[in-house]
């Protein structure tokens, strides 16, 4: 599904440049901006989790800044939603995040 970067999680990753987790089943979904297309798309998804990909400074081999691209995990299964209501899960699920950030720099 194609987006820009005034819609979805993704769009809220984008203008964050963080990763950002959603727990659909409780939001608002007018705040992401959707057509009614996307809307029907996505109808069906409980929790969204959108993460930047930064480039890869190819002399340190450190991310930089500049964000190339984003991942997103969707899940339509039911209780998804818990891994971002204890934080101590949510910053376990934020260290991974950022290692699988960081390896795909090295991909692109």
Do not use: W
Not at 53 to 65: K, W
Request: with cysteine; glycine share 4%; hydrophobic share 40%.
């Amino acid at each position: 599904m194609r987006l820009t970067v005034n819609q979805g999680v993704c769009g809220q990753a984008y203008h964050a440049k963080q990763p950002v987790a959603v727990d659909l089943t409780v939001e608002d979904l007018s705040t992401f901006n959707l057509n009614q297309t996307q809307l029907n798309s996505t109808r069906d998804v409980q929790f969204i989790l959108s993460f930047p990909i930064r480039r890869l400074n190819l002399s340190t081999f450190e991310t930089t800044a500049d964000i190339i691209g984003f991942v997103n995990a969707d899940s339509k299964t039911l209780g998804a939603e818990e891994l971002i209501q204890n934080n101590d899960d949510l910053e376990e699920l934020l260290k991974r995040i950022q290692a699988f950030s960081e390896y795909c720099s090295y991909l692109f």
